[in-house]
Structures are given as structure tokens and as C-alpha cells.
């Protein structure tokens, strides 16, 4: 099994030929270092799911308890068939909105593979699903906007089912995306597809946000929102090691992540999570278990 690879200083992660992703802070003009990271990915072996989730500038940790609410959920899956697994995953979702605090906020877009070459998948808010067909450089599928985020809406408003074929791709990003191209939805399609021909799609995600992303090009101040995206091979999930939240984070969390960063205190390069040393790796926090050497607690 090919191993989950984190590049700390980015936060970008991939595992090659199945999945690539990337999470990072935002701007939002103003200098607040007590400002959490809001947006928060889960990749989830054990039972073939994966999430992206954007929490409220006031409750950033609200997309790091949903995911995680979820993947809790599903350790009481025992069914072994594929539709017993599909209303497992419902029931957790579902579980998890109802449990959800009405005072906390986050948009959710998690997919659930049964085994069977096909995702289910649940939506609530605004962050985005796609289902990219580079053979034809064509979107098949992509979500809409809708008002069933956590900690509003009791129950799930937009849920199905995608199939896909062989080289097919699905990406799950948060609305930080639109900062790539300045909000041109055409545009934004059109980068997918040009930053799929220029190499593996397991980079594209780090690659096509240094190319695009306001917050590396030289000079701009413009302020941009927190960002998460996850592209994936859909009939590999099951082949992902491990299960990792990154994310989610609170004002304090954050602001000494960044601080580490900055002063070079966490490696800028690929480095792999051991298997089987935490049952959950959740960073920024673990960074101190993956390189206790050079990463201060």
C-alpha cells in the first residue's frame, strides 16, 4: 500500500495515483492572530470516506466536529453489505446534523465509496463537488448551494449517487477555490482540466494553487479565504492508509502552527505517516509525533 505522504509546511498531502489535496489559511485583510482555519479534510480508510468541510470565522472548529462526527459514527458499521454499508453512512450523517449545535456553523461535502464503483455523496452549504472527465475535459457532475450546512439544518437536503468510469476524477473543495480565478466558474473549470495536462493529477491541487492562488502571487494583497481541496481517484478510496483530519483549527492552534512555519521549525518537503501509529493523525497538532526532532511541541 502505498503511503499517505504530508508536506507540513503546506499542508498539502498525496498519496500517488489516488488522491491529492491541500489546506491552508486565509487572508482576510486584516492581521488576527487568533483567527482558526475554518476549513478542515478527512480521509478515512477504514471506512472509504472522505470530506471536506468550512467552518464560521466565529466556530472554525465546527468543520473539524462534523467530520469527525461522522467518522466516529461509522465505527458502529457492521454491515457487510453494500447497501447496509450506504444507510450506515446516511444514519451517520444524519446523526451527526441532529447532534449538531445550533450556536456552531460549517458547509459539508463528504463521499462514501460501498466497494461497488460507485460514491454516494451528502452536500450541505456552499463548498463543492465535481465529478471531472479528463478524457473529454468535461464536468459530469457538480453540486449545488444550498441552505442544509450543520447547525442549521436538522437534515440532509442534497444527497445521491455518482458513477464513474475508469480515469474519471472527484474533487471536494471548500468556496476558498473561487480565489484561484477571482470567482469566473468557467475559468475555474478550464484551470482544472489545463493543470490535469501538465502532470500527475496527485499534484495538481499544490501545484495549480502556486500557480493561481492570490496568496503566491508576487506583490497581491488581496485579501482570500481559508481553502481546502481534495482530487481523488474514486475507484481507489479503500486503497487509502489510515485515517487523517487536517484542520479545523482554533485561534491558538493556529497562530502557533504559523508561527512555526515561520520561523522554518516544520520541514518544507514530503514526509510519510508511519502506518499504524495513531489510529487518527489530526495536524497541525500531531506534527510533533511525525518529526519530534525538528518540530518543537
Known amino acids: 500500500m502505498k503511503p499517505l505522504l504530508l508536506n507540513p509546511a503546506r499542508m498539502a498531502l498525496m498519496v500517488p495515483d489516488i488522491l491529492g489535496g491541500l489546506l491552508f489559511s486565509g487572508s482576510k485583510g486584516r492581521e488576527d492572530p487568533f483567527a482558526g482555519n475554518g476549513d478542515c479534510l478527512l480521509m478515512d480508510a477504514a471506512h472509504g470516506l472522505v470530506g471536506v468541510a468550512d467552518g464560521s470565522d466565529r466556530s472554525p472548529e465546527a468543520s473539524r466536529e462534523f467530520l469527525q462526527g461522522i467518522s466516529k459514527r461509522m465505527n458502529g458499521c457492521v454491515e457487510e453489505s453494500g447497501e447496509g454499508r450506504r444507510r450506515c453512512f446516511h444514519a451517520a450523517v444524519q446523526g451527526t446534523l441532529e447532534s449538531f449545535r445550533y450556536e456552531e456553523r460549517t458547509t459539508f461535502v463528504c463521499l462514501f465509496s460501498a466497494g461497488d464503483g460507485s460514491l454516494d455523496y451528502v452536500c450541505g452549504g456552499d463548498s463543492l463537488l465535481f465529478h471531472l472527465d479528463p478524457s473529454v475535459a468535461r464536468i459530469r457532475f457538480r453540486n449545488r448551494t444550498n441552505m442544509g450546512f450543520a447547525g442549521r439544518s436538522r437534515q440532509i437536503v442534497d444527497a445521491g449517487r455518482l458513477f464513474f468510469r475508469k480515469g474519471d476524477l472527484a474533487l471536494l473543495a471548500t468556496d476558498g477555490v473561487w480565489d484561484l480565478t477571482d470567482g469566473d466558474s468557467e475559468a475555474l473549470v478550464r484551470a482544472f482540466f489545463q493543470g490535469l495536462q501538465c502532470g500527475p493529477f496527485h499534484d495538481m491541487p499544490e501545484r495549480l494553487t502556486l500557480e493561481r492562488h492570490p496568496a503566491f502571487r508576487l506583490g497581491s494583497i488581496r485579501p482570500h479565504d481559508d481553502f481546502g481541496v481534495l482530487l481523488l ?23 502557533r502552527y504559523r508561527q512555526q512555519v515561520h520561523r522554518g521549525a516544520v520541514p518544507d518537503r514530503y514526509v510519510p505517516l508511519a502506518p499504524g501509529k495513531r489510529d487518527l493523525w489530526v495536524f497541525p497538532e500531531d506534527l510533533s509525533v511525525l518529526a519530534p526532532d525538528s518540530i518543537p511541541a
Request: hydrophobic fraction near 35%; charged fraction near 25%.
Open 233 to 255: 481517484d474514486p475507484f481507489r478510496l479503500g486503497d487509502l492508509p489510515g485515517r487523517v483530519l487536517v484542520g479545523g483549527t482554533s485561534g491558538e492552534v493556529e497562530f
